[in-house]
Every structure is written in structure tokens, then in C-alpha cells.
């Protein structure tokens, strides 16, 4: 099985500012088959990103994913209020498909 | 649109049993693979099981093999997840997903159906 641990486990930050957060493996995860969602409270998860970079179906451009291998990183470039939530990362490359625990990003 | 409306949740003793269901709606539900994914009160989310298109394919998370058992019917539109032997870890709400294949990520969730595995 997969790990994925996600940091930090929250983040603090003003609207406006840059958030970054990170996903990193326990193995290589295939074909950079990982993806990040995004929680709030009381609502199912939503697809922000798939491939470790490409954008869902209706994603603003401001939420963009990078890297490979072991080491993925979700950058928020400029916090909306409504992107103040949990985000996880998930990798399906492997049969047995694996969640991070989730980082929060609040409100500072 | 695309819709997924889970049902069958409750509260259920431990070692019982309880079927969920999941009606789709909004796109050919025939083509997709289809997966449980569930959410324990204030924690992360944890793959449960997934079924491919045509049945022909399934899978578990260990912590459910054996006592869990996932199947769609495809005439219907529906998914299934049925849960015996449960255990107090097994309390979370479930959510049933959609995926183009089982190497692409759920890109469709349902809101979800609370099982409460208490005495």
C-alpha cells in the first residue's frame, strides 16, 4: 500500500496570500496518477486536480498541481474566501487507491 | 447533471449488517467504473472498495475484505455496497464516486449516507 502523508496539517493564512501544500509518498506513485480534492464542511469532496497537474472540469486557474515520483505539491496562488477548506491528495496508480489525512488551510 | 444519491444508512449493532445503495443519474452509467469511499467523523477519507463497468472487476481495502461485497446493477443505475460483520471502525458516512477507469480519479461524488455502528 501506498502512504501518502500531506503537510503541514494545517495552514494559516489571510486571503490573498499564497498557500502551498504537500504530498509526499511512501513509493513512487505510477504514471503520476495523484490527484487533490478539496473538503468543506458538511459537502463530498471535490476534483481539483488530476495527473498531478491537469485541471478539472471548472477549476479557476489560481489551483495548480506539480510534481512526480514521490513528491507533489497543490499551490493556491491567491486564497479566495471560499477556498478556506481541507485538501487531500489520492493516488489511484496503484490497486489498492491510498488518501493523504488532509491539510487545512484556515483563516489566519 | 450527474447525480449519485446514496441511501440505506443507519444505526446497526456491532457484528449486523446494512446494504447501501447508490442511484445514478445524468451520464451512461454502464461506462464507468464506480467506487465507495468513506469518511469517519472528523477524519480523512479511506478507499473502500471499487467495481469496474461491467462487474467483471473488483476491489477492497483490507480493512474490509471479507466482510464487505460491492456490485452495480447496471439496468438499474445502481451501486451497492453490502457491509456484514460490522465493527465501530466502520462507522463514517459513505460516499459513492464515479471514475472513467480505475487509473483515473473520482470526478463525481454523492453527498454521502451516515452508518452508525453502535450497541
Known amino acids: 500500500e501506498i502512504v501518502l502523508t500531506q503537510s503541514p496539517g494545517t495552514l494559516s493564512l489571510s486571503p490573498g496570500e499564497r498557500a502551498t501544500l504537500s504530498c509526499r509518498a511512501s513509493?513512487?506513485?505510477?504514471?503520476?496518477?495523484l490527484a487533490w480534492y478539496q473538503q468543506k464542511p458538511g459537502q463530498a469532496p471535490r476534483l481539483l486536480i488530476y495527473?498531478?497537474?491537469s485541471r478539472a472540469t471548472g477549476i479557476p486557474d489560481r489551483f495548480s498541481g506539480s510534481g512526480s515520483g514521490t513528491d507533489f505539491t497543490l499551490t493556491i496562488s491567491r486564497l479566495e474566501p471560499e477556498d478556506f477548506a481541507v485538501y487531500y491528495c489520492?493516488?489511484?496508480?496503484?490497486?489498492?487507491?491510498?488518501f493523504g489525512q488532509g491539510t487545512k488551510v484556515e483563516i489566519k | 447533471q450527474v447525480q449519485l444519491v446514496e441511501s440505506g444508512g443507519g444505526l446497526v449493532k456491532p457484528g449486523g449488517s446494512l446494504r447501501l445503495s447508490c442511484a445514478a443519474s445524468?451520464?451512461?452509467?454502464?461506462?464507468?467504473?464506480m467506487s465507495w469511499i468513506r469518511q469517519a467523523p472528523g477524519k480523512g477519507l479511506e478507499w473502500v472498495s471499487y467495481?469496474?463497468?461491467?462487474?467483471?472487476?473488483?476491489n477492497y481495502a483490507d480493512s474490509v475484505k471479507g466482510r464487505f461485497t460491492i456490485s452495480r446493477d447496471n439496468a438499474k443505475n445502481s451501486l451497492y455496497l453490502q457491509m456484514n460483520s460490522l465493527r465501530a471502525e466502520d462507522t463514517a458516512v459513505y460516499y459513492c464516486?464515479?471514475?472513467?477507469?480505475?487509473?483515473?480519479?473520482?470526478?463525481?461524488w454523492g453527498q454521502g449516507t451516515l452508518v452508525t455502528v453502535s450497541s
Open positions: 464516486a464515479r471514475s472513467s477507469t480505475v487509473v483515473t480519479p473520482s470526478d463525481y
Open positions: 445524468g451520464f451512461t452509467f454502464s461506462d464507468y467504473y
Open positions: 467495481i469496474s463497468s461491467s462487474s467483471s472487476y473488483t
Open positions: 513509493q513512487s506513485v505510477s504514471s503520476s496518477y
Open positions: 495527473g498531478a497537474s
Open positions: 489520492q493516488q489511484y496508480g496503484s490497486s489498492w487507491w491510498t
